[in-house]
Nanobody, 124 residues
Framework: QVQLVESGGGLVQAGGSLRLSCAASGRIFSTSVMGWFRQAPGKEREFVAAISWGGSITSYADSVKGRFTISRDNAKITVYLQMNSLKPEDTAVYYC?????????????????WGQGTQVTVSS
């Protein structure tokens, strides 16, 4: 069983920064592709970023490219999302996800495990 727990969300002004963390339990973490998704009210869950199990391959949604950075520390069993230059349109619940097999994926159904989400609110 894999459990994912996000933290680090909050309220920030436009242009500010936040760092989200996702602590994982279970032996699967070190071999899993990890991803971040977000869901704003009334919208579908959307891909934000993903990172390979070794951390050498990353991918980002166009809307966050150049502003967000995904990273992982397999020793700490944690994945991070550094968010800079935040915009009001980044406001959403952010979810951490793990894909137990297969390579990189940017669609939510490809990920088997999900955290409970953390709220990020960016004020203008």
């Amino acid at each position: 069983q894999v459990q994912l727990v996000e933290s680090g969300g909050g309220l920030v002004q436009a242009g500010g920064s936040l760092r989200l963390s996702c602590a994982a339990s279970g032996r699967i973490f070190s071999t899993s592709v990890m991803g971040w998704f977000r869901q704003a009210p009334g919208k579908e869950r959307e891909f934000v970023a993903a990172i390979s199990w070794g951390g050498s391959i990353t991918s980002y949604a166009d809307s966050v490219k150049g502003r967000f950075t995904i990273s992982r520390d397999n020793a700490k069993i944690t994945v991070y999302l550094q968010m800079n230059s935040l915009k009001p349109e980044d406001t959403a619940v952010y979810y951490c996800a793990a894909r137990k097999s297969g390579g990189y994926a940017s669609t939510a159904p490809a990920y088997e495990y999900w955290g409970q989400g953390t709220q990020v609110t960016v004020s203008s």
